[in-house]
């Protein structure tokens, strides 16, 4: 009975012991300054200028209202070194514990200078490793701009989920920073980043007021949407990929290219793929499940043999007789375009020196000794590398493509 | 004497064994040359436990054998007063040097991973004086203490390698160092310098665990869940860092959850985790402790136990706030030489007390005859 008491009272004791947690002593919110993002742009006095993207907090009317984020930039040779001169100028403390992603401009992604910025201690600002990277066509400072929007206060929020969309639909990778860490360090595989870019054709809101008041918009055809036109919205979005060679931007991938890149690298989710011919155009919903199966052989030009298994559902049949046509017509053609594909963004990659589909984790396999895995030196035998694609598509449901709603 | 033992049963020796091992396979021996030749720590670390447990199972033998109550007892009989002395002076030093040895690493982690505002010393004071009141209170006390938590600990390990299954790959564990099993086997020899200790400590104080059977047996099943702990920790952390990646990489197990690229409700769980073995490395720091001041009492007739173990706590604080400003050389030696200066001697009074107690049988029953 006693015993039953007791470990009761251990039990209670430990539901309640989360009761403790909390602060030592009085801490307020407008004490810091929460930055969601870091933006690294090339300085101009300094090496570097780096831009914060902090969310405001407290009691504020702007908090509450108006656009939820604002941006303080720095020039300095590191980041310790612009958060002291940020510190100037600002009435609180820069808190690195809510930053989810940093952005590096291509200028200094494709220099050695981002390799320098990122050799900072994270620890020492308790900024997380496992933040994410995004590589911006322009400046960050830009991007930056075309991210605040007073519709949608909660940043954070905003560019979080459109990362997580943008990712679920295929269109761009996932990178963290110890992702790069490993790719650089081990020389397994390179990185492929996601891609931040600017449509310079939706106005910005101050832009928007102007406009109306003048009566006229202006668009301008050459920044859109990756060549799409759209209206509303942000004007920063991510799409697409940069690849890597080692710790360099080699270049980048469109949405398409990503989502072919994602295939094979087994990241894929959903993805929408659409083939005409004369009968009609079908799209199809593809999603990868299973990972891809690679078989490598390895010499002075080693060779892979990749299958993929995916499974599509028809979206759009104007065709009318899609389902009827699978089996016979469809199915190897849909597969023969992925195949195709798949060669074609292989070919772009290697062409880039970028292992960017990420080969060298199965060769590495292979070895019995580090020392082996060392002399091999992969990143060379990539440049000879050969592979061999085959894909099968199944339909997911018959009766749903059949029989569409 | 107020050796404060008292008497803890089977449960008790088991999970203070249990906390003690894991805690020091996992954050003492976890350093950057471990992974030189790859990663075989999965195999390295545990087999490390392995051969102290071969060596414990050993002299619980000897000593069942020979009817010796304790080890001290034992080393009395197998080789005399003498050599005695010396090997209990051996068991008092590496109990504290691995005292010292976790104590150490626990420090820097919080300082580095918590307290990174304040200086080293303040954190040093905020965790010995804690081992030593633990310490102070006696076996009973630390095992006790050690029930309460072993469990707790366990699972909250088990967990902390499921939060982060999704970035588990196993080609990091690749290339597998098949060619440097001479290297693993080494490694595990020389680690049992960290493992070793607490498996003599138990048989030390084998009249609080109610004889040499009974700790025995919670000898061999904190050692048996220990080595799977470890086992499964060092996979998980393989799976996650590359070997290039662990040679520059304080405490891996903090981080196992960096290369996770969606975030979870459990992505901020490591701060929290790391407080938990906190608790660990003070239950085995304050065992060691105890173990080096029990040792040295029982050994050279001290009555009581309580201002050794202050004592010792004292040196304790010295070495590492002198190791804060330069690295103590006696340290690197036990880390490097320690598992020659436990197996050769223990082995040998274990072989020397059963053949002395065979021919002692051997002689008792001749003389019954005769």
Known sequence: MRKHRTRALLMFTLVLAPLCCGCLEATSLDEYGYVLTIGVDQGEQKKYNISFLLQKEGDSQEAQTGAGSYIVTAEGDNLFDAIMVAHVGIPFELNFTRTNFILLSDQIASSSRMDEFLSISFNALNLRQSVKLVIVRGTCAEYFEGLTSADIPNVAKRQYNLFRMYQQEGMVPMTNFTTYQEAVGSGRFDVAIPVGRLDRSIPTESDGEKQQMQGETETNDKDTTDGVKRSGGLRSYIHGSAVFDGNRLAGLLDDEDTEILLLAMGQFRNGHLSISDEEGTIAFLIKETVSPHVQMSLGEAPHAVVTLTLFAEIELDTSGNAEARWDSELKGQLENYIVMELNRVFEQCKLLNSDAMRFGRYACMQFSSVEAWRDYAWKEKYKNMTAEFGVTVKLNDRIISSHIE | MKLCQGRVGKQEGANLIGIALVSSALFVLDIAEAYQYGNGTYVSFPGAIFLALVLFLLLAGAMRASGQKDLLALMDFAFGKFVGNILSALIC??????????????????????????????????????????????????????????????????????????????????????????????????????????????????????????????????????????????????????????????????????????????????????????????????????????????????????????????????????????????????????????????????????????????????????
């Open chain 2, 93 to 370: 030093v590496l109990l504290f040097a691995n005292a010292h040895f976790l104590v150490s690493r626990f420090t820097t982690m919080v300082h580095a991973l918590v307290f990174m505002k304040a200086t080293l010393f303040p954190v040093i004071l905020w965790i010995v004086p804690v081992v030593i009141y633990i310490a102070f209170h006696g076996f009973e006390c630390i095992a006790r203490i050690a029930k309460c938590f072993g469990v707790i600990l366990g699972v909250c390990l088990l967990f902390s390698l499921l939060f982060p299954i999704d970035g588990y790959e196993a080609y990091r564990l690749f290339p597998l160092p098949l060619n440097h099993w001479d290297t693993i086997a080494a490694d595990a020899f020389t680690g049992t310098f960290a493992t070793i200790p607490a498996m003599l400590a138990l048989l030390c104080m084998a009249q609080g665990m109610q004889g040499v059977q009974s700790a025995k047996k919670a000898g061999v099943i904190g050692a048996v869940i220990s080595i799977g702990l470890v086992a499964a920790a060092q996979i998980a952390i393989g799976m996650t860092f590359t070997y290039t990646e662990l040679q520059n990489m304080f405490v891996p197990l903090y981080r196992l959850n960096l290369k996770l690229i969606q975030e979870s409700y459990f992505f901020r769980l490591d701060k929290m985790l790391l407080f938990l073995w906190l608790i660990g490395a003070l239950i085995a720091g304050a065992y060691y402790l105890y173990g080096a001041g029990f040792v040295f009492c029982r050994r050279w007739s001290r009555y009581d136990v309580r201002p050794a173990v202050i004592a010792a706590g004292i040196i304790l604080l010295c070495c590492l706030t002198v190791e804060h400003m330069k690295q103590l050389q006696a340290f690197q030696v036990v880390r490097q030489y320690g598992s020659w200066l436990l197996v050769i001697p223990f082995t040998a009074a274990a072989a020397v007390a059963l053949v002395k107690s065979h021919f002692l049988k051997k002689k008792g029953q001749t003389d019954e005859k005769a």
